[in-house]
């Protein structure tokens, strides 16, 4: 009988992507930051895959909004084809429900049961890979990172709760919403877990002036413009910055979801050289036969 998509994320389980705990002095502790986008979040799986194709040794990883999710699945131990599994199955009504509030017209309670099936492990502290997910709190305007230890579907559920649709997530004072809000790429919180060379994927949208057509285009045109004002401060922490082209990706194109991921591919690949130089490899260099990618769902 074929499985359904969260059993075989929860059978699968990555081994060779989470760097050494005592890396040599010289070896880079590499972090990948993985920024918002709604849809075009789809794109950081065609990102992840190329590091795990290239077997990119991988100390921790962050997210935001979209990148939360997709970072929280590949630290808890998915693979980037149960990854992408999940996205070409996913529908809405699978996170969120439409409901009457003041604060937004849709909860995202639907979340906790999707996240839970989809999560290898759903706590910090049990991640392969070094976690953080980053939030924004209304009430003083700063960004809320969450990593270390403790419950890791909340600190999703807040990251990805776009304004104006979901309703903010309140917890312990804070009045949760997406982390786009306050950092556009969560290159800050990578630091704060100790890596030393940082990456941070860029999911660009429209580089022209746009005219939305509905509230959600209009406050995410606000948020983007905002996030071009605070574009310097996640740039001047990131050794490298990789944008793939998504520009012209609607933010709600979820039909998208193979192009998105090619695209990821391929911005990915331009950047692989400098990776590669971190590590001391010569460019180009897969390293072959030591990682299955999980190819049944039986």
């Known amino acids: 009988m074929q499985a359904s998509w969260w059993q075989t994320l929860r059978r699968g389980r990555g081994r060779l992507r989470a760097a050494p705990e005592q890396p040599s002095a010289a070896a ?4 990948i930051a993985l920024g918002g986008g709604f849809a075009r979040g789809i794109a ?3 990102v992840l895959r190329v590091m795990e194709r290239h077997q990119i040794p991988i100390h921790a990883i962050s997210g935001v909004s ?3 999710m997709v970072a929280a699945a590949y630290a808890a131990g998915a693979d980037t084809a149960m990854i992408e599994r999940v996205a070409r199955g996913m529908k809405f ?3 969120a429900r439409w409901t009457i509030s003041l604060m937004g017209l849709a909860g995202s309670d ?3 049961p999707f996240l839970g099936r989809m999560l290898k492990c759903s706590r910090f502290e049990e991640m392969n890979i070094r976690l953080a997910v980053v939030a924004a709190d209304l009430v003083t305007g700063k960004p809320v990172v969450f990593s270390g230890e403790g419950d890791v579907v909340l600190p999703i559920r807040a990251s990805c709760s776009y304004p104006g649709l979901f309703q903010p997530v309140r917890y ?3 009045c949760l919403v997406d982390g786009y809000v306050a950092a556009e790429v969560p290159t800050a919180a990578l630091v704060a877990l100790g890596a030393t060379r940082i990456v941070a994927v860029h999911l660009p949208g429209p580089s022209g002036g746009v005219d939305p057509h509905n509230v959600f285009g209009v406050i995410h045109r606000c948020l983007q413009v905002m996030g071009h004002r605070l574009d310097h401060e996640w740039r001047a922490q990131a050794d490298l910055v990789i944008s793939p082209a998504v520009e012209d990706v609607p933010w709600d194109g979820f039909q998208s979801t193979g192009e998105l991921i ?3 591919e391929q911005a990915a690949m331009e950047a692989l050289p400098a990776i590669e130089a971190w590590l ?4 180009g260099t897969a390293r072959r036969g030591t990682h299955r990618m999980s190819d049944s769902f039986d």
């Open 28 to 31: 880079p502790r590499i972090g």
């Open 44 to 46: 950081h799986i065609g």
């Open 66 to 68: 979209a990148g939360s």
């Open 93 to 95: 009504r699978d996170v």
């Open 110 to 112: 639907r979340m906790i």
């Open 172 to 174: 312990n004072g804070y």
């Open 262 to 264: 090619e695209r990821g």
């Open 280 to 283: 001391g490899r010569r460019a």
